[in-house]
Antibody, heavy 119, light 107 residues
Framework: EVQLVESGGGLVQPGRSLKLSCAAS????????MAWVRQAPTKDLEWVAS????????HYGDSVKGRFTISRDNVKSTLYLQMDSLRSEDTATYYC????????????WGPGTMVTVSS | ETTVTQSPASLSMAVGEKVSISCKTS??????MNWYQQKSGEAPNLLIS???TLRPGVPSRVSSSGYGSDFVFTINNVLLGDEGIYYC?????????FGSGTKLEIK
């Protein structure tokens, strides 16, 4: 059974950093491109970043470019999102997701981890 | 960037009725449109992927159509279990973008 389990969310002050993790199981993690998608309290969905199966190629949404870094450890089957210079508008539930092959949709989602940026 | 305009924002339907949701894109995306359902308290779930392809386990009363910039998602014979928020997402180009969602209530 495919499982994606996020962790690392919480309350953080503006300007500070936070690192999210996503533990994957039930499939060969190193064969899949992966991504982070977030959902604001308004329920709007926003793609945050994607990374290729080997980790050599990354893509970012404009609102996080230069502040967030997506990475992965294929030995540990874990996806990461390093979030720096956090802003109040980064407050959201962050979902770890999987891309199918070389397609850009999200075929499986974790349950999400909540990040609140507030002083 | 491809903007995705989804309508309506909400629907209230009776069991057995037909639901139609529209998504229009600001650029031509071929048939690279995907549809998700999100039930209360859960993560989104992929229902239909590129090329109007129904995902395994999704009932055949769910379908979609469209090509280019105009897309429609349909549920025939809607059931209580279809309540939730439905989102479209274009996968043709980066940045990947979503519609604003349609909240479906079953009366």
């Amino acid at each position: 059974e495919v499982q994606l389990v996020e962790s690392g969310g919480g309350l953080v002050q503006p300007g500070r950093s936070l690192k999210l993790s996503c533990a994957a199981s039930g499939f060969t993690f190193s064969d899949y491109n992966m991504a982070w998608v977030r959902q604001a309290p308004t329920k709007d969905l926003e793609w945050v970043a994607s990374i290729s199966y080997g980790g050599s190629h990354t893509h970012y949404g404009d609102s996080v470019k230069g502040r967030f870094t997506i990475s992965r450890d294929n030995v540990k089957s874990t996806l990461y999102l390093q979030m720096d210079s956090l802003r109040s508008e980064d407050t959201a539930t962050y979902y770890c997701t999987r891309h199918i092959h070389n397609n850009w949709y999200f075929d499986f989602w974790g349950p999400g981890t909540m990040v609140t940026v507030s002083s | 960037e491809t903007t995705v305009t989804q309508s309506p924002a909400s629907l209230s339907m009776a069991v057995g009725e037909k639901v139609s949701i529209s998504c229009k894109t600001s650029t031509d995306i071929d048939d690279d449109m995907n549809w998700y359902q999100q039930k209360s308290g859960e993560a989104p779930n992929l229902l239909i992927s590129e090329g109007n392809t129904l995902r395994p386990g999704v009932p055949s009363r769910v379908s979609s159509s469209g090509y280019g910039s105009d897309f429609v998602f349909t549920i025939n014979n809607v059931l209580l279990g279809d309540e939730g928020i439905y989102y479209c997402q274009q996968s043709n180009n980066v940045p990947l973008t979503f519609g604003s969602g349609t909240k479906l209530e079953i009366k």
